[in-house]
């Protein structure tokens, strides 16, 4: 049974840092594409940053120079590093796992992040 679980979130002040982490069971863990995706109260859930098997990254214009996606494929981790935060990066942060050749997606319950002073 495949399951995702983020953790690292929390209350941050705006400029400071913060680091998610989503670790996978259940899964054949280098061959998913991995990605973090976020929603805010009221709007449509979006993507944040990307990484594929093979360590591409992409990410949305909002976060890009501030947010790092990163994966550790001994530990079935992947990490998002959040520095320079700012109140429009609220949202509840949700870790998406999908199949490298039949694009099955799994996602996990989301970690709630909040900045604020």
């Known amino acids: 049974q495949l399951q995702l679980v983020e953790s690292g979130g929390g209350l941050v002040q705006p400029g400071g840092s913060l680091r998610l982490s989503c670790a996978a069971s259940?899964?054949?863990?280098?061959?998913?594409?991995m990605a973090w995706y976020r929603q805010a109260p009221g709007k449509q859930r979006e993507l944040v940053a990307g990484?594929?098997?093979?360590?591409?990254?992409n990410y949305a214009d909002s976060v890009k120079g501030r947010f790092t996606i990163s994966r550790d494929n001994a530990k079935n981790t992947v990490y998002l590093q959040m520095n320079s935060v700012n109140p429009e990066d609220t949202a509840v942060y949700f870790c998406?796992?999908?199949?490298?050749?039949?694009?099955?997606?799994?996602w996990g319950q989301g970690t709630q992040v909040t900045v604020s002073s």
């Open positions: 259940g899964i054949a863990f280098t061959v998913y594409h």
């Open positions: 990484i594929t098997v093979g360590r591409l990254t």
């Open positions: 998406k796992a999908t199949h490298l050749t039949s694009a099955k997606d799994y």
